[in-house]
Each structure stands twice: as structure tokens, then as C-alpha cells.
């Protein structure tokens, strides 16, 4: 994949309010490749007017129509860890990589996981709650029932980067870990004890007491966790999504909630974005709701940058790029 010396680099990220990159990361592009040609867009009209220059693209988005302008165009990353804002089957028929940034943000995503599944356990929103209203509840925490985590045993739908690290980080608080992923014939990450397919997930969702949904979204994976799924979960369980909305039916998350069929949900994604002030999640019990945030830690932009530029060297050497995704599994 070697290319001429001459490159027209096009940076089209800009999701308000937090999914833009800064005009201060693309200077950082501008001053490590200085013979390249940066074209910094920050809306759809300016990139669909630059793009039929650009050899790689660095975006979140791209519509089929832009992609038919883009005659030059051999490369497309994306900051993010999902693709569906991409083409990503029409760039492959078009011979076009696409790469994305899994696992750069994987550690602080899993540390947010761990946060949420300890909190539910520990009964953290009802504790908030009571002290909205000024009230001692100590009395009805007491009564909760809350297994220690040596006797806990978590269900890690996904053994990516996210996945293996919550995995590493529950197994070492003491948790026992199944995971489960579509590949079965490599080595199970540090601390998960058995892997098993998604077709196995009737059998696992009984004997878990906390499950973490770290797959990504596909065909296969949508709405991973419906009415069915979810109605085979204890009334004790708790479940956390740090992957996508679009995994979990909501509606049926929420109704399992207020009727108490489950012990708890931490969610920081979405269906949709922002969540509709009309949806029962804002509301519904034992509930944990953060604003798709789990991959900040205050510097989202300069490793995410970094990964690429990293990517960038590669392109130009001829290297295999890393985090290529596969357009027929989606990922």
C-alpha cells in the first residue's frame, strides 16, 4: 500500500458537541506530516467539495454520495471504534481500507464498566436517591442482599479489547469470568476461565450475576439482548452496556426494572443520542445512566491522534495498517 510522495490527507470529525476534533490536533497532524496536504472540513458541503482530492480520509461519516466523488481516495480511518457512519462495504468493493481506533481508548472504558458494576452491586442510585430527598436510608440498605465478588459470576458478552480488559480487571477483584465472542480457537484472555459462542447465551444468562455487553454492532449482534434474553436474567443480576445501544432493547431493559425483575443497569450508550427525555430509563429504578463518556479521561483527542498518525506511517511504508476492519463481519 505504498503511495506516492504527494498526499492529500482530508479530516472531516466533527460531531458536536464532544465528537469534533480539535483545530489543535489537526495542527499536530499538519506539523508530523509536514509534506502532506491537510484539508481540515467541518461540515458535510465542505466535504463533499474536497473529498475527490483526498488519497486518506480521517472520519466518523461518510454518505454513499460522497463516497462516489472520492475517485483518488485509497484510505479511511475513523477516531471512533464503530463504522456505521461509513460505507463500509461500498469502500471495500471500491478497494478502499478502512481502519478504526479500537482499544485506544479500551482501558478508561473498562475501568467505567467496573465503576458501574460495583456501584449497582453496592446500591450506589438508590443511596443517590435517598440523599436527593434528605433521607437516612439505612434501614433499607441494610436488607439488600449484595454476593461478595468472590461468589460473583460475570458474563463478558465481547472478549475485544474492552472486553479482555474488564475481564482482567473483574477476575482480579476476585469475579469469576465466562466471555463470550465468535472467534473460539484463540487463547481466553487473562482471567476469563471459559469462552463460549453467542449461540450459548440461553445457557449462560441463568447463571449470571452480572452481565457487561462489550460487542460491537452487527448483524448478528442487534438487539443481542431482547425481551427473551433479558427474561432469563436473575432478579438479582445487574447489567452494564459500554458498547451500543442498539444491543439492549431498551424498552423491555426499563419495564424488567420497574417491575423489579432486575437488580440494577448501568448504561452509557444509547439507541439514540441524546436519550429522549421521554424514555422510562431517566426514571426507572436502581438505574445508572452516563452520557456516552466512558472513553474521557480528559484527553480524548491526542492518543486517539496518535493511533493514527502511528497508522499514517505505516500507509506510507507499505506496512499493514493496524485495526483493518473486516467489511463482512463489520468490525
Same mark, same amino acid.
Given at each position: 500500500?505504498?503511495?506516492?510522495?504527494?498526499?492529500?490527507?482530508?479530516?472531516?470529525?466533527?460531531?458536536?458537541?464532544?465528537?469534533? /476534533?480539535?483545530?489543535?490536533?489537526?495542527?499536530?497532524?499538519?506539523?508530523?506530516?509536514?509534506?502532506? =496536504?491537510?484539508? !481540515?472540513?467541518?461540515?458535510?458541503?465542505?466535504?463533499?467539495? #474536497?473529498?475527490?482530492?483526498? =488519497?486518506?480520509?480521517?472520519?466518523?461519516?461518510?454518505?454513499?454520495?460522497?463516497?462516489?466523488?472520492?475517485?483518488?481516495l485509497r484510505w479511511v480511518?475513523?477516531?471512533?471504534?464503530?463504522?456505521?457512519?461509513?460505507?463500509?462495504?461500498?469502500?471495500?468493493?471500491?478497494?478502499?481500507? /478502512?481502519?478504526?481506533?479500537?482499544?485506544?481508548?479500551?482501558?478508561?472504558?473498562?475501568?467505567?464498566?467496573?465503576?458501574?458494576?460495583?456501584?449497582?452491586?453496592?446500591?450506589?442510585?438508590?443511596?443517590?436517591?435517598?440523599?436527593?430527598?434528605? !433521607?437516612?436510608?439505612?434501614?433499607?440498605?441494610?436488607?439488600?442482599?449484595?454476593?461478595?465478588?468472590?461468589?460473583?459470576?460475570?458474563?463478558?458478552?465481547?472478549? %475485544? #479489547?474492552?472486553?479482555?480488559?474488564?475481564?482482567?480487571?473483574?477476575?482480579?477483584?476476585?469475579?469469576?469470568?465466562? $466471555?463470550?465472542?465468535? !472467534?473460539? $480457537?484463540?487463547?481466553?484472555?487473562? $482471567?476469563?476461565?471459559?469462552?463460549?459462542?453467542?449461540?450459548?447465551?440461553?445457557?449462560?444468562?441463568?447463571?449470571? !450475576?452480572?452481565?457487561?455487553?462489550?460487542?460491537?454492532?452487527?448483524?448478528?449482534?442487534?438487539?443481542?439482548?431482547?425481551?427473551?434474553?433479558?427474561?432469563?436474567?436473575?432478579?438479582?443480576?445487574?447489567?452494564?452496556?459500554?458498547?451500543?445501544?442498539?444491543?439492549? =432493547?431498551?424498552?423491555?431493559?426499563?419495564?424488567?426494572?420497574?417491575? %423489579?425483575?432486575? #437488580?440494577? #443497569?448501568?448504561?452509557?450508550?444509547?439507541?439514540?443520542?441524546?436519550?429522549?427525555?421521554?424514555?422510562?430509563?431517566?426514571?426507572?429504578?436502581?438505574?445508572?445512566?452516563?452520557?456516552?463518556?466512558?472513553?474521557?479521561?480528559?484527553?480524548?483527542?491526542?492518543?486517539?491522534?496518535?493511533?493514527?498518525?502511528?497508522n499514517m506511517a505505516r500507509f506510507r511504508?507499505?506496512?499493514?495498517?493496524?485495526?483493518?476492519? =473486516?467489511?463482512?463481519?463489520?468490525?
Amino acid at each position: 500500500m505504498a503511495c506516492s510522495t504527494s498526499v492529500t490527507l482530508l479530516v472531516h470529525v466533527h460531531d458536536l458537541p464532544v465528537w469534533s /476534533v480539535p483545530p489543535a490536533q489537526v495542527d499536530r497532524i499538519r506539523r508530523a506530516l509536514p509534506d502532506v =496536504d491537510v484539508v !481540515d472540513v467541518r461540515d458535510d458541503e465542505a466535504c463533499r467539495a #474536497a473529498i475527490g482530492e483526498a =488519497d486518506v480520509a480521517v472520519a466518523t461519516r461518510m454518505t454513499a454520495g460522497t463516497l462516489a466523488l472520492a475517485t483518488r481516495l485509497r484510505w479511511v480511518h475513523t477516531t471512533a471504534v464503530g463504522v456505521g457512519g461509513l460505507p463500509v462495504a461500498a469502500l471495500a468493493a471500491r478497494g478502499v481500507t /478502512v481502519s478504526n481506533s479500537r482499544a485506544v481508548h479500551a482501558e478508561v472504558i473498562a475501568e467505567h464498566a467496573i465503576a458501574l458494576l460495583l456501584a449497582l452491586r453496592r446500591q450506589f442510585p438508590t443511596a443517590a436517591g435517598r440523599q436527593a430527598t434528605r !433521607d437516612w436510608a439505612q434501614h433499607e440498605l441494610s436488607g439488600v442482599v449484595v454476593p461478595r465478588l468472590s461468589a460473583t459470576h460475570v458474563l463478558i458478552l465481547g472478549l %475485544g #479489547a474492552i472486553g479482555a480488559r474488564v475481564a482482567s480487571h473483574a477476575a482480579a477483584l476476585g469475579m469469576t469470568v465466562t $466471555g463470550i465472542r465468535r !472467534d473460539l $480457537g484463540r487463547p481466553a484472555p487473562p $482471567g476469563v476461565t471459559r469462552v463460549e459462542p453467542l449461540t450459548a447465551l440461553p445457557d449462560l444468562l441463568p447463571q449470571a !450475576d452480572a452481565v457487561i455487553v462489550a460487542l460491537p454492532h452487527t448483524a448478528e449482534t442487534g438487539m443481542v439482548l431482547g425481551v427473551k434474553e433479558l427474561a432469563l436474567l436473575k432478579p438479582s443480576a445487574v447489567l452494564v452496556n459500554v458498547a451500543r445501544g442498539s444491543l439492549v =432493547d431498551e424498552e423491555a431493559l426499563a419495564q424488567a426494572l420497574i417491575d %423489579g425483575r432486575l #437488580a440494577g #443497569a448501568g448504561l452509557d450508550v444509547f439507541t439514540r443520542e441524546p436519550l429522549a427525555a421521554t424514555s422510562p430509563l431517566w426514571s426507572a429504578p436502581r438505574t445508572l445512566l452516563t452520557p456516552h463518556t466512558s472513553a474521557f479521561d480528559g484527553d480524548y483527542w491526542t492518543p486517539a491522534i496518535d493511533f493514527f498518525l502511528e497508522n499514517m506511517a505505516r500507509f506510507r511504508q507499505g506496512q499493514p495498517l493496524q485495526n483493518v476492519i =473486516d467489511p463482512r463481519r463489520g468490525y
